[in-house]
Every structure is written in structure tokens, then in C-alpha cells.
């Protein structure tokens, strides 16, 4: 009998040694089409680039997408495994390896069962989850719109392995938008200050003033998070620095403080620019609307992880303030996520995804996952009324 999750893990630390980042993912593609390939299945990149996108069984009267992301992140990995990332500061530190390569374990069990198959499954393959909104353009392009309900899964670092998290209907995670922030002034020597204008400062009370706004003018009892995680300006200590970029991000649940906060962050730019005699401009990168749970789906998906791993197995995590483009598949069909524990049982640290150290050591996770999502399928072959 054919290893699913032997086969899987082994995809999943080939995958580990040569993580991609964004749309650049050469060597994950390549490993997505030779698996498609030896399947016997089609796939196309025409809903978005970098993209895979398949089809199973096709022209039946109910289609399910699955789907995983495949790009890894900008970190140095610092967990010495025998599959340790070859490629020098970048690690996949957030389990998109794992994903993957649990999406083409379903897809070859699918493949091998599809006489007993009902319905038509779509893979969706997606690149660049971590720096760009591509599952928005495959949305855009087409790609759901054969798609009566979709479902994803991610790794959850703080639940045990072997059990899976089916959280209840609603919002999943925040809504969540990347900026930058140039500040300009005007360099001139040190001794000299009255001559120029520093950056560095007016940074410092352009932080200060968006930091007052988020305490003091945004309700308390609203979910909400504002962090500027990169400052980057100057070079000497005897200049005036005339330039200092900031990236920030924007966190919340609720829709109007996500966009009250991103409008009162450009009129602090530009009030700090009137006061200062300097230039504050904002720009958004990067804009999601949290992830959505389908009431319909959230029975069927809690039904089968339960199937999948026992329903005393079955668990609840309070929602967090993540960001994923899934939210943009959620908002075109029903759609629904699950998370796979990957604690070891016997671990009393925090796995932090997002870190040098992020690693997945244990077994229970890959069979988990792959019949979670098969039986999903299965369970739900012959379609779902979302009246």
C-alpha cells in the first residue's frame, strides 16, 4: 500500500532545501510539475504568474478547490536538520513546504481514487502568500469561477500534532495592509544643524504621533495593532540625514478602524510635514481583508478533521490578527481553513513560525492533514446546499 505521508514528508524536506521567495520559485515549480506530471495530470499558470492551478476529474456538476502557497521568507534558518535550507538566508519558516507537500499527497491519492470520485477538484498552487496578494489575481483572472467552495490548511505552532484546529464560522484572522513611509528633509553638516533639516528626527515624531493616534483616538475594546518594524536612514554621525524609509504594518478585525487608521496615518504624514518643514509621504503595498469561515463549510471540515483524527482532537484557537491571501478565495466562494498542530507532544517551547527556528520534527502531522482535507472531498463529493 502506497506511504501517502511517508511521501509527503519526504516532498516536504526536498522542498525545505531550496525555498523560493514571492513569484522566483524555479525549483518549487519544477517539483510541482515533475509530482503533477507522474500523475498524469494538466496544469496551467494563466490565472496568475508562478501559479499552478489542476484539475481532477473534471466536468462533474460540483467543483471543491484546495489549495497551499509555496514561497518561503527572507530569514536564515538556524535548525541544523539534514534537509537545512542550501540557499543562504532563506528558509521556509512558515510551513509552505509542508503545505505543498501535503496538496500533492492529496492530489496523488486523489488521482490513485478517482474511480470512486464524484466531483471535480482543483488544485490552486500559489505563489508569493508572504509578500504579495496573488491568490487576489487568481481570483481576478478566473480561477474560482468553476469553484463552488474552496479550502486551505496551515501549520499551528502552538497545537499538538495530531490535532487539528477547525475554528467556528466568522472571521479567522485580521484584515491586514503593508506601508512605507519616506521621510524627507535636508542634509547639511552637524555644526551646522539650522542649515538642514533631520529626518531622523522627524521620523522620531512621526512615530510618536502614530503611536498617540492608536492609544488614544481608537476604541479599547477594538482589535487593532500598528507596528513599524523596519527604520532605515543615515549614515555618519556628523550629517544630517536627509531620508528615512519606515515599513509598517496595519492589523485590526473590524473594517472601519482598518481604514480609519490608514487614514489618519497619511494625515499624520502630512501634519508632521506642515510642522516640521520636512516631507512625510505614505504608501500602501499590500492590502488583505481577513479570512473568512463559511458557516456551511465549517461543519463539513470540522466533520472530517474529526473523522481524520478523532473528534476529542478536534480543537479551537482564539483568532488572531494573521494576515493570508487565502481571504481573498473566501470572499469569491464558501471557503473555509484548518490548521495542522505541529507541537511535539513533548515540547515545552513555542515553534514560532516567522524564525530562524521554526521547524516541524514530528510525523502525526502529515496523515493528519492529507485525510482531513481527503476526507473532506469525499465527504462532500455529491455538493453542498449553501441556501
Not at 109 to 133: G, N
Not at 238 to 243: A, E, F, I, S, Y
Not at 321 to 337: N, T, Y
Request: net charge negative; with cysteine.
Amino acid at each position: 500500500m502506497f506511504d501517502y505521508a511517508a511521501y509527503s514528508k519526504s516532498l516536504r524536506e526536498e522542498l525545505h532545501m531550496y525555498p523560493e521567495l514571492g513569484y522566483d520559485l524555479p525549483k518549487t515549480l519544477a517539483v510541482v510539475h515533475r509530482e503533477l506530471d507522474k500523475m498524469g495530470l494538466t496544469y496551467t499558470d494563466k490565472y496568475c504568474e508562478s501559479s499552478v492551478v489542476s484539475v481532477i476529474n473534471p466536468g462533474k456538476d460540483f467543483t471543491i478547490a484546495l489549495r497551499a502557497d509555496m514561497d518561503a521568507l527572507p530569514i536564515q534558518e538556524e535548525v541544523d536538520v539534514p534537509y537545512k535550507s542550501r540557499i543562504d538566508g532563506q528558509m521556509h519558516a512558515c510551513g509552505h513546504d509542508f503545505h505543498t507537500a501535503t496538496l500533492l499527497a492529496v492530489a496523488k491519492y486523489l488521482t490513485d481514487h478517482v474511480d470512486q470520485l464524484k466531483c471535480t477538484v482543483k488544485l490552486i498552487f500559489s505563489p508569493a502568500e508572504e509578500c504579495s496578494t496573488a491568490c487576489k489575481f487568481i481570483v481576478d483572472n478566473g480561477g474560482l469561477e468553476d469553484v463552488d467552495c474552496a479550502i486551505t490548511l496551515h501549520v499551528a505552532s502552538l497545537v499538538d500534532e495530531g490535532q487539528i484546529q477547525v475554528n467556528l464560522p466568522g472571521g479567522l484572522n485580521g484584515n491586514t495592509r503593508a506601508f512605507t513611509i519616506d521621510v524627507y528633509g535636508k542634509s547639511c553638516h552637524a555644526a551646522a544643524q539650522h542649515n538642514g533639516k533631520d529626518a531622523i528626527l522627524i521620523t522620531a515624531e512621526l512615530i510618536q504621533a502614530i503611536e498617540f493616534m492608536v492609544a488614544k483616538e481608537v476604541d479599547g475594546r477594538k482589535c487593532k495593532v500598528v507596528n513599524i518594524g523596519s527604520i532605515h536612514g543615515g549614515s555618519v554621525s556628523n550629517v544630517l540625514c536627509d531620508h528615512v524609509e519606515l515599513k509598517g504594518t496595519i492589523r485590526t478585525w473590524d473594517d472601519d478602524v482598518h481604514e480609519y487608521i490608514t487614514r489618519r496615518i497619511d494625515e499624520i504624514c502630512q501634519g508632521v510635514s506642515l510642522t516640521t518643514g520636512g516631507k512625510c509621504e505614505m504608501k500602501v503595498l499590500k492590502s488583505m481583508p481577513y479570512n473568512l469561515m463559511n458557516p456551511k463549510i465549517y461543519e463539513r471540515l470540522y466533520a472530517a478533521a474529526a473523522n481524520a483524527v478523532g473528534e476529542e482532537n478536534v480543537v479551537q484557537r482564539p483568532r488572531t490578527l494573521g494576515g493570508e491571501d487565502f481571504a481573498f478565495i473566501s470572499r469569491a466562494v464558501p471557503a473555509g481553513q484548518f490548521k495542522v498542530g505541529i507541537r511535539p507532544l513533548d515540547c515545552a517551547e513555542k515553534i514560532v513560525g516567522h524564525s530562524g527556528k521554526f521547524h516541524i520534527s514530528g510525523e502525526k502531522c502529515y496523515q493528519a492533514a492529507i485525510d482531513t482535507f481527503v476526507n473532506f472531498v469525499f465527504e462532500n463529493m455529491n455538493g453542498i446546499d449553501f441556501d
